[in-house]
């Protein structure tokens, strides 16, 4: 089993910054991607960005230029950095773990981002 606990969120102004960070332990496969999804009150969960071991990343269009996901193997952690925050980014972030050569993947249990005046 993984174990995916998230980190940083929080309550910040319109056109700040925030850091979010996934930290992986347990069972950990050696290839693997990992993403950040969002969610909304009243809305469906999506994916915000994605990045494989090498560095491969993709993003949502409505993130595009904002929004900057990285990971570091050593330490089996996935970022986020989210800047220019508006308040329509307003939601509870996740991070998920999924390995490349198995149906296996982890959740973790989320972290409050509050984009507010």
């Known amino acids: 089993q993984v174990q995916l606990v998230e980190s940083g969120g929080g309550l910040v102004q319109p056109g700040g910054s925030l850091r979010l960070s996934c930290a992986a332990s347990?069972?950990?496969?050696?290839?693997?991607?990992m993403a950040w999804y969002r969610q909304a009150p009243g809305k469906q969960r999506d994916v915000v960005a994605s990045i494989t071991r090498t560095g491969s990343t993709n993003y949502a269009d409505s993130v595009k230029g904002r929004f900057a996901i990285s990971r570091d193997n050593v330490k089996n952690t996935v970022y986020l950095q989210m800047n220019n925050l508006a308040p329509e980014d307003t939601a509870v972030y996740y991070c998920k773990m999924n390995a490349y050569y198995s149906y296996e993947q982890w959740w973790g249990q989320g972290t409050q981002v509050t984009v507010s005046s």
């Open positions: 347990g069972n950990i496969p050696i290839s693997y991607t």
